[in-house]
């Protein structure tokens, strides 16, 4: 019979001590520090009265910034979208193939992990750019095709024109997408990993079609997973603040560059931590959604 | 001058380095507050400083002179610097914030005033600098270079002869579309469209910042990047074709292999001038070293070996005159003497205007 912890307190509050105090000072207590600040009111460059004012909120659900917020879920969500749909099919094919395979592709998704995020991003910056590798590769098939049109007698197709790849919307999901896709593909692979292969096995010899067996069977089995990879994908590209600042253009703020910008240059702490603490529970929101999944989803298995 | 020194550390507020002295900042921090409780202070000088912005071996100089060791630390915006210190100095002696700053540093009390007898190489600085409207009779900086704004270009993208000399390029004309960045510090685009309206950058009336608000949504569509102060990047991958820019970033760019291809003007409007200033920031563990090392900034030889290597303008009368003729008639480190009267030095105008100027720009990128 398992041990409860109310036989064992001692050694359970030596275990228990360490993380608790980390979440309380690390975590908690600036993040009360914070939430105070949104109901506080600037009284000089560097002081701050809690007035317990509700002004700081009543400004961030302006139209200016509840659009804001908006075009961020959009994006968040595009993103999202796009992972599942890349991620999907991965986290299958890992889950299927032979152990020692298996290994090194997890190692593979992995492995941009280990890179700074900031690295990463200059890095699609110099794949994307116009003097970048995209177009370097596109601009050699275009010479040569070219080259071959005029050696069969057709007029040449003329210059190059580089395509724009960066700075514009598409950018900045393309960026996303390539950041959070292990986020998506690991809590995909591990729901598949477990799932019962004989359940597959069966729906395939009760004659459903491998398509049919992957939307009936593996699916809904998968629908925790598939559910924690949507939400650790979506609250972190919902926050997301390099990704459209390096590689956005004109109009691809998204709300943590406001967030930023009221900390740093506005230097008003009070609407940036209200703005902070909107996001938050909109984040609160997709957990509680994820976990009301879940428990159906548990509920009825 | 050795061609291609510049081409990797391109800007003093160039995005990579902004990381590079994030992670600086970080080790720094620990140094810090190791050697702030058992030093005591005398032999040591905490030096809050941009990147790419000091001499080769100035700080080596410093410490073979008076046996003062330099720890330097990085910063890549002030709005990196204020917020650094805004909670309390965490141990630094000397810093180097621009003009708006020490204004609004020295009224939050954030820096302690200088005692110009600790400083007699003040008397090296030109007499234009030896006061400022931003901090009268000195008393809480000392100038360590000034720097304007304009348009960097390259020359291949403009039609035969032009050259790019109003804000109108950037601000309110198709011709370059999708060719343009501009920075994206709202306060700096704001008061340059001022300028190009006709209107002083300071005190910009209602009317007209609705009116520039206005333009730059329309202008919008043709603008393809708001940078953080890494245009002359943008500028040398191809990117754009024209660029709002600092001086000293064109200056060092231009001075690299393959500078020849660009070129900076300053429009004929006029435009925003800065300084940055040596301050000495409240708490300084190390107040009569930091004097020391301020004086230090401002000999001459010192001076010049920092100059040489940062290339932008001095202050410094002493230091101009040791620099020979390739920088002293260098129109991009010293714009023409007719713009120069029509530029000003933006003035700190209140957090509240910060915050106003910062949710017109919030509106033009939402818009």
New interface residues.
Partial sequence: MEQSWKQAKAAFAAIAVPPVAWLVFFFLVPLAVIWAYSFGENTGPITIDFTGTFANYARAVEPLYLQIFLKSLIVAGITTVLCLIIGFPVALAIAFASPKLKAWLLLLIMLPFWTNLLIRTFALIAVLREQGYVNFALEWLWNNASGFMTLVGLQPLGEYEPLTLLYNNTAVIIGLVYVHLPFMVLPLYSALDRMDRSLMEASLDLGAGHMRTILMVVVPLAAPGIASGILITFIPALGAYLTPDLLGGTDSQMIANVIERQFKRANDWPFGAALSFLLMYLTFIAIAAQAFIQRKSERRG | MAKGKYLTGASRRS??KQ?GAAAIGISFAGGLSACGGSGGGGSTVNFYNWDTYIGPTTLDDFNAATGTSVNMSLFA?N??L??RL?AGNPGFDVIVPSNEFVT??A??Q?IQELDHSLIPNMSNLLPEFQDAAFDPGRRYSMPYTWLVLGIGYRKSAMPAGFVPNSWRYLFDSPQFT?RIAVLS???DLIRLCAKYQGISLNGIPDANLTSIEQMLIRQ?QH????H?DDGQDLLA???IDIVLEYNGDMAQLMSAEGGDQFDFVVPTEGTLINSDCLCIPTGAPNVAGAHAFINYLLDAEAGKKITEEIQYPTPNAAVAALMGADYQNNPVIFPPADIMARSEYGAFEG?DR??LY??I???I???
């Fill in positions: 995005l990579l990381f915006t709005d990196e204020f917020a805004r609004r540093m009224q939050a954030m999708q510090e709202s306060a919008k603008i393809k990047a708001f953080e991958s191809g990117e957090d910060a915050r910062e949710e720009f919030t509106r990128s939402a818009a």
